[in-house]
């Protein structure tokens, strides 16, 4: 007599690799999603570190806030989670509806916020709340304590 697996012990076999394949799927694409958004909520610290960097350090907003930071933004200033525009970056200078947020008219600032139609992608909104923090609390104001690089009024010299 031949030796062998019956028909039976080969379908008992599909069916535990069925079901083990029917838990693991799902869970494997929820740990890509969180990476993604574990991913993105360091680029928007990196992104919101980088630009006050340099407006610190250079006195001004930049004219290209692509140019500023390392992390992937398109040409309006938006980064992508998966390929979804999620969150939107702008240098800007603050609007009188800002005085809420302790900064005054005028003042340089950076405006995080979440973009809405990307809340239908589920890594995307998951960053979204990751960063919920930062662009509750946005516009974040720029150059610290009253940082000018302009004239010097109390010596009459101009800085360079």
């Given amino acids: 007599m031949k030796k062998g697996f019956t028909m039976i012990e080969l379908i008992f076999v599909i069916v535990i690799l069925g ?3 029917a838990v693991a799927i799902p869970r494997l694409a929820a740990t890509r999603d969180d990476a993604e958004i574990s991913k993105a909520a360091t680029n928007v610290a990196t992104a919101v570190a980088d630009i006050t960097s340099y407006y610190t350090a250079q006195g001004k907003l ?5 140019k500023v930071t390392n992390v992937a933004l398109d040409a309006q200033g938006q980064m992508k989670v998966k390929t979804t525009a999620c969150i939107k970056f702008e240098a800007i200078k603050a609007t009188a509806d800002d005085a809420d947020k302790g900064v005054k008219a005028g003042d340089p600032v950076l405006q995080v916020t979440a973009i809405a139609a990307g809340a239908s992608d589920a890594a995307c909104k998951g960053a979204q709340a990751a960063v919920k923090k930062i662009t509750d609390s946005s516009p974040i104001r720029l150059g610290g304590s009253g940082v000018n690089f302009g004239d010097d009024t109390t010596t009459g010299t101009t800085q360079p």
């Fill in 62 to 66: 930049p004219s290209d806030i692509t």
């Fill in 19 to 21: 079901i083990l394949a």
